[in-house]
């Protein structure tokens, strides 16, 4: 089982970018992002499930967009970008159908994708 993520860069304070993340080997009842910050701890972003539903991090709603173009691929489109967003940004899957917004709910876990906002 592979998540695959594509999409961080370097981008100015401002500006936008969109992360793709591809699941390999399984489908996923929901898929997300966390992110971890130089000495911070690594958050939840946003996960979208099957049906559609949606949960976001107050720090990111408003701005970044999650999506689900099939079964095995979500997208990340991260609007007004902040410096405090800088970040490794990871994917994950969560297999077991469970419900909230804590590491322990997603069992699989992609590598980390960089994303520096410059201001």
């Known amino acids: 089982v592979q998540l695959q993520a594509s999409g961080g860069g370097l981008v100015q304070a401002g500006g936008s970018l969109r992360m793709s993340c591809a699941a390999s080997g399984r489908t996923f009842t929901r898929m997300g992002w966390f992110r971890q910050a130089p000495g911070k701890e690594r958050e939840f972003v946003a996960a979208?499930?099957?049906?559609?539903?949606i949960l976001y991090a107050d720090s990111v709603l408003g701005r970044f967009t999650i999506s689900r173009a099939s079964a095995n691929t979500v997208y990340l489109q991260m609007n007004r970008l902040k410096p405090e967003d800088t970040a490794a940004y990871y994917c994950v899957g969560d297999s077991l159908g469970t419900i909230g917004k804590s590491r322990g709910a997603f069992d699989y876990w992609g590598q980390g994708t960089l994303v520096t906002v410059s201001s």
């Open positions: 979208i499930s099957r049906g559609g539903h």
